[in-house]
């Protein structure tokens, strides 16, 4: 333990969980994050006094030592909810998870007739091999149910046609066939659903405060704002680094990256046995989606009709993904007199929306609002907060380029690629946290495999 030195890149989820498990052996940690926050991309934001998360953030897992590990951080503010949501299709709400009952009722019985009769076809006739996404879901459920309810949200999320996306993500994502999600339905067994689901009062924030509260007290732990490492060279047994802040050459034995790869492989220099052109080659061939999101705060009684955690818009004519209520959540703010609601918008940094006045894109929003009937006042306040880079796309055979990527970064001793932008994983909290703290072990000795950590909460009874 006492030749490691340890270097964290980035301080969201994967980077403090890793920073926190090193912490109990007492090894030296630096930590550097580019922005002048932690959480990253489960950050709480302040607007008006009300709280939103990045998005909706449900904590859902059954790996129990990341369960563990949350409460541990926030004890007895970690707390299960019922889920609550609906999707808006067609100009009507239909209830999630999915009663069979509602969804007869408001699609109408030539609709469903149209989707039973259509799966029967599917599962009868379809013999055609499955090359994406658009195929696995007709073979599964059908060209009505794809038609309907698959390609509209998932080019959304996605900005390709499932035609080009990989079969692999509908495929983990959805785990139950029609006929168990039916039966299941019809018995209210939603076990094909997350009905359940945690959330710490007061937002992610508590979760990564509690983290730098322990971070912050601890003297072999390091942590820096606004500083990136900017070149990262062989030394040894470990690394030299140079970082923006103007410290240069300094060493450290290991390095855990949680950044995107096309950050990591800028600084790389010097590495004889990684072919950095294969490298930049498939690392430029990666597609992201980039997002938009919309906060808005309204006073209380304007978002009464808004009863749930969050809508899936299945709508065409709506231009919003999802729309999230986070006065739903507890972030202890019950007696206040305003609410937090959150739009997203995914896009390409080449769609208008991307390069849009904040006005224009808070008139879309409202817009949507208003046509889904959900809120027809102008709110109290409001800001857009742009990601880049916030989805990795599962576009056809991307795995032929993060092949490519990983064979090369993984011959670079003592470097751990953790958390969903070093992977490329389109991944959920649960994924982050745990490859942090895997990566923490290896940089002490231990040999996981961090790609066999599964990356997302999938629909279906063998979720993991
Ligand atoms: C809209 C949305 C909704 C989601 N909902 C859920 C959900 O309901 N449940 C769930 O479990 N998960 C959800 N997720 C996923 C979850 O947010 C992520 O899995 C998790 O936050 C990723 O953590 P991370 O640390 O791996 O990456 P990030 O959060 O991206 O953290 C990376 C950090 O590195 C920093 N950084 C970037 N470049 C550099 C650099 N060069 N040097 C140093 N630092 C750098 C960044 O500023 C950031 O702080 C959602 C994600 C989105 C986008």
Same mark, same amino acid.
């Given at each position: 333990?006492?030749?490691?030195?340890?270097?964290?890149?980035?301080?969201?989820?994967?980077? &403090?969980?890793?920073?926190?498990?090193?912490?109990?052996?007492?090894?030296? #940690? /630096?930590?550097?994050?580019?922005?002048?926050?932690?959480?990253?991309? *489960?950050? #709480?934001?302040?607007?008006?006094?009300?709280?939103?998360?990045?998005?909706? /953030?449900?904590?859902?897992?059954?790996?129990?030592?990341?369960?563990?590990?949350?409460?541990?951080?926030?004890?007895?503010?970690?707390?299960?909810?019922?889920?609550?949501?609906?999707?808006?299709?067609?100009?009507?709400?239909?209830?999630?998870?999915?009663?069979?009952?509602?969804?007869?009722?408001?699609?109408?019985?030539?609709?469903?007739?149209?989707?039973?009769?259509?799966?029967?076809?599917?599962?009868?006739?379809?013999?055609?091999?499955?090359?994406?996404?658009?195929?696995?879901?007709?073979?599964?459920?059908?060209?009505?149910?794809?038609?309907?309810?698959?390609?509209?949200?998932?080019?959304?999320?996605?900005?390709?046609?499932?035609?080009?996306?990989?079969?692999?993500?509908?495929?983990?994502?959805?785990?139950?066939?029609?006929?168990?999600?039916?039966?299941?339905?019809?018995?209210?067994?939603?076990?094909?659903?997350?009905?359940?689901?945690?959330?710490?009062?007061?937002?992610?924030?508590?979760?990564?405060?509690?983290?730098?509260?322990?971070?912050?007290?601890?003297?072999?732990?390091?942590?820096?704002?606004?500083?990136?490492? #900017?070149?990262?060279?062989?030394? =040894?047994?470990?690394?030299?680094?140079?970082?923006?802040?103007?410290?240069?050459?300094?060493?450290?034995?290991?390095?855990?990256?949680?950044?995107?790869?096309?950050?990591?492989?800028?600084?790389?220099?010097?590495?004889?046995?990684?072919?950095? @052109?294969?490298?930049?080659?498939?690392?430029?061939?990666?597609?992201?989606?980039?997002?938009?999101?919309?906060?808005?705060?309204?006073?209380?009684?304007?978002?009464?009709?808004?009863? $749930? /955690?969050?809508?899936?818009?299945?709508?065409?004519?709506?231009?919003?993904?999802?729309?999230?209520?986070?006065?739903?959540? @507890?972030?202890?703010?019950?007696?206040? $007199?305003?609410?937090?609601?959150?739009?997203?918008?995914?896009?390409?940094?080449?769609?208008?929306?991307?390069?849009?006045?904040?006005?224009?894109?808070?008139?879309?929003? &409202?817009?949507?609002?208003?046509?889904?009937?959900?809120?027809?006042?102008?709110?109290?306040?409001?800001?857009?907060?742009?990601?880049?880079?916030?989805?990795?796309?599962?576009?056809?055979?991307?795995?032929?380029?993060?092949?490519?990527?990983?064979? $090369?970064?993984?011959?670079?001793? =003592?470097?751990?690629?953790? =958390?969903?932008?070093?992977?490329?994983?389109?991944?959920?909290? /649960?994924?982050?946290?745990?490859?942090?703290? &895997?990566?923490?072990?290896?940089? &002490?000795?231990?040999?996981?495999?961090?790609?066999?950590?599964?990356?997302?909460? *999938?629909? =279906?009874?063998?979720?993991?």
């Amino acid at each position: 333990m006492e030749n490691k030195k340890i270097l964290i890149l980035g301080a969201g989820y994967t980077g &403090l969980a890793a920073a926190i498990e090193l912490n109990k052996s007492k090894v030296e #940690t /630096h930590i550097v994050e580019k922005s002048d926050k932690a959480g990253g991309l *489960s950050q #709480t934001i302040t607007l008006s006094d009300i709280k939103f998360e990045l998005g909706p /953030h449900i904590y859902f897992d059954k790996d129990t030592e990341v369960t563990a590990f949350w409460r541990d951080l926030v004890g007895d503010k970690f707390k299960s909810y019922e889920r609550n949501n609906r999707i808006f299709y067609n100009g009507k709400f239909i209830k999630s998870p999915l009663s069979v009952w509602d969804t007869l009722f408001k699609l109408g019985p030539f609709s469903v007739i149209s989707i039973i009769w259509s799966f029967i076809i599917a599962k009868i006739f379809r013999k055609r091999p499955i090359n994406s996404a658009e195929d696995w879901v007709k073979a599964n459920f059908g060209n009505q149910l794809f038609e309907r309810f698959f390609k509209v949200y998932n080019e959304k999320i996605w900005g390709i046609k499932s035609s080009e996306i990989s079969p692999n993500w509908a495929g983990q994502r959805i785990k139950s066939s029609l006929t168990t999600m039916v039966v299941k339905s019809l018995k209210k067994e939603h076990e094909f659903i997350i009905k359940t689901f945690d959330f710490p009062d007061g937002g992610s924030e508590s979760i990564y405060n509690a983290q730098l509260n322990i971070l912050n007290k601890a003297e072999n732990v390091h942590l820096k704002y606004n500083c990136v490492a #900017t070149k990262i060279s062989p030394s =040894g047994s470990g690394f030299i680094v140079d970082f923006s802040n103007g410290e240069k050459g300094i060493y450290f034995s290991n390095i855990i990256s949680s950044i995107h790869l096309s950050d990591l492989s800028k600084t790389l220099v010097g590495f004889p046995e990684v072919a950095l @052109n294969t490298l930049n080659n498939a690392i430029n061939k990666l597609m992201y989606r980039n997002l938009v999101l919309v906060n808005l705060v309204f006073h209380k009684n304007e978002v009464k009709n808004f009863k $749930e /955690h969050w809508i899936d818009i299945h709508d065409p004519s709506i231009t919003a993904l999802r729309v999230t209520n986070f006065g739903n959540y @507890n972030f202890g703010l019950s007696n206040s $007199e305003k609410s937090g609601v959150g739009l997203e918008y995914n896009c390409f940094e080449s769609e208008d929306i991307w390069t849009m006045s904040d006005e224009k894109i808070i008139e879309i929003a &409202l817009a949507d609002l208003n046509k889904m009937g959900l809120i027809q006042d102008k709110p109290i306040d409001f800001s857009v907060i742009k990601l880049a880079k916030a989805y990795p796309i599962y576009f056809n055979a991307f795995e032929k380029q993060t092949e490519a990527i990983f064979s $090369e970064l993984i011959k670079i001793k =003592g470097l751990e690629l953790a =958390g969903r932008n070093s992977m490329y994983k389109w991944n959920n909290m /649960h994924h982050s946290v745990k490859t942090g703290i &895997l990566a923490a072990r290896n940089c &002490l000795g231990s040999k996981n495999n961090l790609f066999e950590v599964k990356g997302m909460v *999938s629909i =279906g009874k063998d979720s993991d």
